[in-house]
């Protein structure tokens, strides 16, 4: 079989924040999450390599540049959190995937209710346990955000679930909209506020233009994701909800011409989301002044998701989770080979 080669584009050409990472606690993080799973661990049949801790917490350490050791160490229980889930989920139908998301979300939401004993426990229990720590000084309505967003994400979960088990055929805006809650950007966004110390009312954040920077922002995630994984998904024959290949097979493009789709919609996101944080910045277009503090906070929370932006795509090439070894070079070269 001969190889395949796709260029990645460059999806963040004019993106003007630069990459400002990784954050200066990044080892002692990762081995205070690496320890708090070794504690997990001794109660569960899972084991996790230490590659997967690392993946995760170098994840939040690119994404959370001037997060405290305190809340770098909670993004990265998160984001440890994620693989947990999928790693735990994918196995399952949608009614047991639903049974266990269902215990997730009622351990985060009631701290202090007991959990039974047994393997089923471990997962709900890490997660209360992550929720438990990162929230402790959280305002308010920032803790109901995230807890909102990741009912959301769990939901997503189990509709992976359902499709695993049926015949899925969907659009490209069905996909975008599901993937939407599955990359989960809603909780790391609310830990992102958190990171960053803001108290941002339900008002402020739920504003259609604040709204759409947080769509946008996380489309370009999704669109990146989609671009880097394709090869390691082609590999591992798990590739069937990339967009890329619902666009070559459900739109019948070549791989080159659904890169460029891909590309398009990613240039697009961007100049949208620059535009808006520009009204935003400057309150125009119907953009209200909420106060200067608050103002001040929504730039700061606008410019942290830029970041993160930037963050995630230099850690897709550094991390080695989809290119390994290689990731420097494609992202000078852009060349990818699936081989």
């Not at 799973?37 to 590659?51: K, N, T, V």
């Not at 994404?63 to 770098?72: G, Q, V």
């Not at 995630?221 to 989609?226: E, Q, V």
């Amino acid at each position: 079989m001969p190889a395949t080669v796709y260029c990645i584009p460059q999806t963040l050409r004019n993106w003007p924040w630069r990459f400002v990472g990784p954050n200066p606690y990044d080892h002692e993080a990762d081995a205070e999450v690496s320890s708090c799973i070794r504690d997990f661990e001794r109660i569960s049949s899972a084991r996790l390599p230490p590659a997967v801790t690392r993946v995760a917490t170098s994840l939040a350490s690119w994404t959370y540049p001037y997060a405290t050791l305190y809340d770098l160490r909670s993004c990265g229980d998160m984001m440890l959190g994620y693989h947990i889930i999928d790693d735990y989920t994918d196995k399952l139908d949608a009614k047991a995937a639903k049974s266990v998301c269902d215990k997730i979300m009622d351990a985060m939401e009631n701290l202090d209710k007991p959990l039974p004993e047994g393997e089923s426990s471990i997962v709900p229990e890490f997660a209360r346990q992550f929720w438990r720590r990162a929230s402790l000084n959280a305002p308010k309505a920032t803790r109901e955000r995230f807890l909102k967003t990741y009912r959301h994400y769990l939901d997503a979960v189990v509709q992976e679930a359902q499709r695993r088990s049926t015949s899925f055929n969907c659009t490209t805006d069905e996909y975008m909209s599901i993937r939407r809650d599955s990359i989960a950007t809603g909780p790391c966004f609310a830990l992102l506020e958190i990171s960053l110390g803001l108290d941002l009312p339900h008002e402020v954040m739920e504003h259609p233009a604040v709204i759409s920077l947080t769509r946008d922002a996380s489309d370009i995630l999704i669109l990146a994701n989609d671009l880097v994984s394709y090869k390691k998904e082609v590999l591992a024959k798990s590739a069937e909800f990339n967009l890329l290949t619902i666009l070559t097979v459900n739109y019948h493009k070549d791989l080159a011409g659904a890169v460029q789709w891909v590309s398009d919609r990613n240039d697009e996101a961007v100049e949208r989301f620059l535009a808006i944080r520009d009204d935003v910045h400057h309150r125009r277009n119907g953009v209200p002044s909420w106060g200067e503090d608050i103002d001040m906070q929504l730039d700061k929370y606008i410019n942290g998701m830029a970041y993160w932006v930037r963050g995630h795509d230099e850690w897709s090439f550094s991390c080695e989770r989809y290119f390994g070894k290689e990731g420097p070079e494609i992202q000078r070269s852009r060349a990818v080979v699936i081989a």
